[in-house]
């Protein structure tokens, strides 16, 4: 069933659709990171002013190294040392769609360690944009079951994988670190 759902919602993100889907933290709206249309059509699901940047998943290291210049030395130490879903902001992002970082450049990147995204990213081999499953304003879904109609009748596939789960799962932290290594929590 993973396998079959992981290639089911990567033939909708090659063709610019959005998916529903399980993350390391609460269920995603997701899309090509590097598709500025499809990027475009998450903020329309979710009634957000694109002003506001997204955060995006990979599945490893060597991916966040490919569209972050600079990583500073004390990140991989933060990843390491996370005892929960940990997104850091960085300074400088490249080879992501332009309207899905913040105006300054800056982008939110987590390294999943959940098994359908990160199964999920590995074989798409971009970052995945994942931004919680909830119109702008309303509360945070935790479970697939409270997750508005709304936002299930507007993405082009909802996964059926680890739908039945009804742990309540909690936003990642967010740390924000530029290229020195100096770094701020923005949400613990």
Same mark, same amino acid.
């Given at each position: 069933? /993973? ?10 993100? +090659? ?25 475009? @059509? ?9 002003? @506001?940047?997204?955060?995006? /998943? ?5 991916? /966040? ?18 005892? +929960? ?8 992002? &490249? ?5 899905? /970082? ?10 999943? +360690?959940?098994?359908?995204? +990160? ?6 081999? @971009?970052?995945? %944009? ?24 507007? &993405?082009?596939? &909802? ?15 967010? &740390? ?7 770094? %701020?929590?923005?949400?613990?």
């Amino acid at each position: 069933m /993973l396998q079959d759902e992981v290639k089911k919602a990567i033939e909708v993100m +090659k063709q610019g659709g959005v998916i529903l889907y399980p993350t390391d933290t609460v269920w995603g709206i997701g899309c090509d990171a590097t598709n500025p249309e499809a990027v475009r @059509k998450v903020y329309e699901i979710k009634r957000r002013d694109d002003s @506001k940047a997204l955060i995006c /998943l990979v599945d490893s290291d060597a991916r /966040l190294s490919r569209y972050v210049r600079n990583v500073a030395d004390v990140t991989w130490d933060m990843i390491e040392l996370a005892t +929960k879903p940990l997104t850091i902001i960085f300074d400088q992002a &490249v080879g992501l769609a332009p309207n899905l /970082l913040a105006e300054d450049g800056s982008v939110g990147i987590r390294i999943t +360690k959940e098994e359908f995204s +990160k199964e999920l990213c590995f074989r798409f081999q @971009k970052p995945i %944009v994942s931004t919680s499953a909830n119109i702008s304003g309303e509360p945070t879904a935790r479970t697939f079951d409270e997750i508005s109609d709304d936002i299930k009748n507007a &993405v082009d596939y &909802v996964v059926r994988y680890n739908q039945r789960c009804k742990e309540k799962h909690q936003p990642s932290s967010i &740390v924000k670190i530029d290229r020195n290594g100096k770094f %701020v929590i923005i949400r613990e």
